[in-house]
Structure formats: structure tokens, C-alpha cells
């Protein structure tokens, strides 16, 4: 389901001072999901995410360090902007 003409994920490319490859990713990812999936897809990211705080290793080490990092924020991106922008 391609919901939007134009990728965020290549205007991010194309525009973004970060070009963060990881963070490119992750929007290439999820984009093209709609409102359902993408609430399915963050319950399955977050509980990982949540493993990853949980674990005993990970104490004190940032949030920026978890492998769900990038795409937390793809997620919870796409979320609103499917929501509230299209």
C-alpha cells in the first residue's frame, strides 16, 4: 500500500543534512505499510526494544545504542503522518 507520491525515505535522501544511512533504512522499512501495520510493526519493535532496556547488559547504556533506535522513529514517524498529514 503506497500511501504518499513521493517516498520519505528518498526526499530524506535527497535533502536531509543527516543522510543518516540507518535512519534511511529504517524509513524504507516501514513507508509503504498503512495505519494497521504500522501499529503492528511497533508492538513487535518496541517489545524487542524493551528486551534490549531490560537486559542486564544494556544498564545505563543509551537508548541511542539499541538496535531499534532508527526504527522507533521511522515508526512512530510514519505514524503521525499517516494520522495527521495525508
Same mark, same amino acid.
Given at each position: 500500500m503506497?500511501?504518499?507520491? %513521493? /517516498? +520519505?525515505?528518498?526526499?530524506?535522501?535527497?535533502?536531509?543534512?543527516?543522510?543518516?544511512?540507518a535512519m534511511i533504512g529504517a524509513f524504507?522499512?516501514? %513507508? /509503504? +505499510?498503512?495505519?494497521?501495520?504500522?501499529?503492528a510493526a511497533w508492538d513487535a519493535v518496541n517489545?524487542?526494544?524493551r528486551r534490549?532496556?531490560?537486559a542486564p547488559?544494556?544498564?545505563?547504556r543509551p537508548i541511542q545504542e539499541a538496535p531499534q533506535y532508527w526504527d522507533r522513529i521511522a515508526i512512530g514517524t510514519?505514524?503521525?503522518?499517516r494520522t495527521w498529514w495525508e
Open positions: 503506497r500511501v504518499t507520491h %513521493e /517516498l +520519505l525515505s528518498e526526499r530524506l535522501m535527497a535533502v536531509s543534512p543527516m543522510r543518516n544511512p524504507a522499512r516501514y %513507508e /509503504l +505499510l498503512g495505519i494497521p501495520e504500522l501499529d517489545a524487542d526494544f534490549w532496556v531490560e547488559g544494556n544498564t545505563g510514519l505514524q503521525e503522518r
